[in-house]
């Protein structure tokens, strides 16, 4: 009897280890798992991208709703925060892997700054940069140090030719000097009545001149032109147009426009609230197509705005940051952005859609993208706006010889740019 008992003991011990086998294997019997990490796809984890910007609120929330869109099968969300002086948060921040953010956004003229700081990564350390294939070119230098790309462009500005149709009369010219026979003939300064007014006394409002004569304010290694013969001879030409224009400061240009004083202004986009809310029939021009005497067109300086990613993000967000850079440079993203807040898009593509083809400012800023260069984006470029600006007070307010100016200036220039190192 006890034999028999210990037989049936052993079979039902048997059976329960063959059991027991057969629960803890499902893969054997064909059953799915039910615990995700054996699961041979497991679920990507939600990612948050955060980005630090300075900027206007809506511009972010187009760009952020555009590639949230397109990444929300991949589970990552942008989110913009808005930083007061972003520029100098950065650089307190910047290299903190507690506090700082994953991107930023912000103009391109600071990036030699954050480079400078070794807080930025090439973007070749996240993506394929060949998502940039489309990009206006002048747009993806801005980008760039010393060749290597750092920034992401988006969208970018430039100046343009805006006229009033009410007070223009025929075409506008097509060369400078068939314009400055124009102010001549439509100009009375003594009646406070102007054909074109523009900054005169501003480096970025006389850029197309510059930058059309060949001359330069500073090249990358940081050395300023302002004693440039090509310089020179820009900043000689202008004066006379310079004598036909009002004070020069923005505010009294813009409000002569606005009043109806001036028939022409050259200025941004960011002048048209003003100008519609004035209740002016308003018309633009590209300053590509009016030449100067040498055959160049009108070459203004270009601000360019993008993102960059910042070092730290890298160990733990590097495949999300490249899907964000690639939505990010989508001509989906450039549609958003002059559709719903009249931004001119980076990126080529984007301008193909009809109602962004229909937009006449954003199509005059795309063809202005082939004379326009952007504004040196070199740490050092700060230091030369006081610089440049006395210049073009001397010679277009005070009538200075421009070469004696140029010299001054170039002094001064390098002796800020010694300060600062």
Known sequence: MKKVTALLLALALCFAVLAGCSQSDPQDSGAPSSNPSQSNNPPTAPVT??????????????????????????????????????????????????????????????????????????????????????????????????????????????????????????????????????????????????????????????????????????????????NDPKTIEAATYNQKFGALQADGDYNTVTTLFNEGKAAAIIGGPWLVSGIEAAGIDYGIASLSDIKLPNGNGLAPFSGIQGAGVLKVALAEKKDALAKVLTAMASPEVGVDLANKSGCAPANNKSYDDPQVAAKEMITIIQKTASTAQPMPNIPEMGSMWGPVETMLTAINKNGADPAQAAVDAQAAAEQAIADMQ
């Open 49 to 226: 991208i955060t980005i630090w910007h300075d900027g206007d609120e809506g511009i972010m929330q187009t760009i952020a709703d555009q590639v949230n869109a397109q990444l929300a099968a991949d589970q990552i969300t942008v989110v913009f925060e808005k930083k007061t002086d972003m520029p100098n948060q950065l650089k307190l921040y910047g290299s903190d892997a507690i506090n700082a953010p994953d991107m930023y956004f912000y103009a391109h003229d600071v990036l030699g700054s954050f480079v400078a700081m070794d807080i930025l990564a090439p973007l070749s350390d996240v993506v394929d940069t060949g998502i940039l294939a489309d990009h206006l070119s002048m747009t993806v230098e801005a980008g760039q140090i010393g060749g290597t790309q750092y920034l992401l462009p988006v969208y970018f500005e430039t100046l343009v030719f805006l006229y009033n149709k009410a007070l223009w009369e025929g075409d506008i010219p097509d060369t400078t000097e068939a314009l400055y026979d124009y102010m001549v003939a439509h100009t009375d300064t003594a009646a406070g009545t102007y054909a074109v007014v523009n900054q005169h006394t501003n480096a970025y409002n006389v850029s197309p001149f510059i930058n059309g004569f060949g001359g330069y304010i500073i090249d990358e290694t940081a050395k300023p032109g302002l």
